[in-house]
DNA sequence: TATTGTTATACTCTATAACTATA
DNA sequence: TATAGTTATAGAGTATAACAATA
């Protein structure tokens, strides 16, 4: 049947090009751990930025506020808002530096911990259904190889 | 000297947590691509999404519109204005498809081949820079691991 | 009825520049 | 003069619902 030169309706679409290219398959791949991530912790109100930086906090009690972000990558203008939603749901406490009048000391609330704690064993959960098919030494590797292009 | 419990300005950001999770390693190498990605073919006036459309487009002249979102995940509603600005821009022409006249079949332009070709060697460069860590061995590992979890 | 593409809309993430208060 | 945090704003990616034309 003629079609006119349009592509077949039934076939299989072809990724030749983007397939060789690993940003990519990042892209793909990351995209995807995002969803898990909505998905799993998202009922807790949390999204993937904010429970950054709750660990973040979690692992350095008393961070500077723009040091947290840092960390993250994420710049000090888009840390204020993000910030403020954490401290209005009572998961961080924010007080002025004893050592820098200019800077807020940044600290998990005992629902900030809970949080943290109910979060992790969702994202252990997500990850182990997503990395299932993984060997755990594969797994490892994923994890090694990644860190050394993060920077 | 005491500076209130404070976290040690001076010290290293710790990232135990996040530290032992694929999905935040992925992110953060997602996200180094991408910043790659712009600085190499954002000259050229692409973004990840356009290229990637283009990219389908060569590889399956004549496909549906909607054929070509679904292979990158992206959503009809979203693939419109996308669409828009590359027909716009002269790289690609949308023309009625003649077995399913609700449809539209998207080819690339002389232009958009072109395009195409010279985003693809920008992209190999900028791919060859951060991957330099690995070696080819390592780098085809990768692929196939990020492949193996994308769906 | 179901599907293709469209419009409208909203939320989030990210980026930049100009401001304040403290150092 | 430099730094920590703030405000305002804009661009881009992504998500949903309702609609028109066609199958």
Chains 1, 2 share one sequence.
Do not use: K, W
């Amino acid at each position: 049947m003629s079609n006119g030169g349009d592509h077949d309706a039934g076939g299989v679409t072809q990724l030749t090009l983007l397939d060789s290219f690993v940003g990519y398959h990042l892209r793909r791949a990351s995209s995807r751990f995002a969803a898990g991530f909505s998905e799993s912790v998202g009922p807790l109100g949390m999204r993937q930025v904010l429970f950054g930086i709750l660990t973040v906090v979690h692992d350095n009690p008393g961070i500077r506020q723009g040091a947290a972000g840092e960390a993250l990558s994420i710049q000090r203008a888009n840390m204020v808002s993000l910030v403020n939603e954490l401290v209005d749901r009572g998961l961080i406490e924010r007080r002025v530096s004893e050592v820098d009048r200019r800077a807020f000391a940044l600290a998990l609330t005992p629902a900030g911990e809970v949080l943290v704690e109910q979060g992790l064993e969702r994202i252990r959960v997500n990850e182990d259904a997503l990395l299932r098919t993984l060997s755990p030494a594969e797994r490892e590797q994923l994890v090694s190889l990644l860190s050394r292009i993060e920077g």
